[in-house]
């Protein structure tokens, strides 16, 4: 395993309603940062079948099967071509339950799937919150931690990746002005990552999307953060699709939990005051 390689994330427009357009643009990013030297790509929440959807009905029609629809065949694919690793953020349907979930791929097939456990707003009408616990996924790139947008509002999910020893985690999210946004300033989820990086050492590779879905806007500002909170590439920007790319260093990462000679981010933690935390499924 090399310590260094590099990562991409992939900031495309989606279609809501098109999933085999969003897929041959996500193909098509995927593959010309492959080429380019990523060894791991991240594309947006919900890349297949887009965001602003209309009815349970229209998520149940765009979602597909995990990991034997349409999207996840053309992911596989482009791992096998290309030795990649790839995180996608899928509408996952599961018989008659449907998610938003992020799913790993690799050049030997899918590696392992997270369901997203904080819904945002409607987002409730149309996904059942995650039942799969939060996932570390062990690859010959290190450990890979997974997680979905709003989940970076709550920072228990990188704690708890952090205790399965997460070097780095892939975050596909479809960033929308909220609360915390205020006009003319990155997305607050930039601030977030950059904290919970800082604070669990760990990288953080964030895919949003940009573009306009049936009146709601995107922000883009898709982001690759070092473990000690440090962007280690220029935003990108809110309008236009872009691919952010930056070398990531195992050794770097690993050693970036401990402080001083006395202090440690995870030996630190006061479980005696305030309990363990879960380490997932």
């Known amino acids: 395993m090399s310590a260094r390689y590099r990562v991409a994330c992939l900031q495309m427009e989606c279609a809501v309603g098109e999933p085999s357009r969003n897929i041959a643009t996500a193909v098509r990013l995927a593959r010309s940062a492959a080429r380019a030297g990523a060894r791991l790509l991240v594309l947006p929440e919900l890349c297949n079948s887009g965001y602003v959807l209309a009815s349970r009905a229209e998520a149940h029609a ?26 996608a953020g899928l509408a996952e349907r599961d018989g008659a339950d449907l ?25 409730n009408l149309y996904f059942e919150p995650g039942d799969l616990g939060v996932r570390v996924v062990h690859t010959e790139i290190g450990r890979i931690g997974l997680a979905v947008c709003y989940d970076a509002w709550f920072p228990e999910t990188f704690r708890a990746l952090a205790a399965q020893r997460a070097d780095l985690v892939a975050m596909p999210v479809n960033w929308v002005r909220g609360p915390g946004d205020a006009e ?69 990462i690993r050693s970036a939990r ?8 995870m030996h630190d933690r006061r479980t005696d005051v305030y309990g363990p935390l879960p380490t997932g499924r």
């Not at 997305?187 to 879905?213: H, K, Q, Y």
Request: glycine content about 10%; hydrophobic content about 40%.
């Open 184 to 252: 003319g300033s990155h997305p607050a989820g930039v601030t977030l990552a950059i904290a919970a990086a800082t604070c669990n050492g760990m990288s953080i590779a964030v895919a949003d999307r940009v573009g306009e879905e049936r009146g709601q806007r995107f922000l883009g500002a898709s982001t690759l953060v070092g473990p000690r909170g440090q962007l280690l590439a220029p935003l990108a920007g809110d309008t236009d699709e872009q691919v952010v790319a930056a070398e990531i260093d195992l050794e770097a």
């Open 99 to 123: 998610y938003s979930s992020a799913v790993l791929y690799g050049p030997d097939g899918h590696l392992g799937t997270y369901r997203k456990l904080h819904l945002w707003n409607t987002e």
């Open 258 to 265: 401990t402080w001083s000679p006395y202090n440690h981010l």
């Open 62 to 87: 765009l979602a597909e099967p995990v990991p034997d629809g349409p999207a996840s065949s053309a992911f596989l694919e482009v791992c096998r071509e290309t030795g990649a690793y790839l995180v």
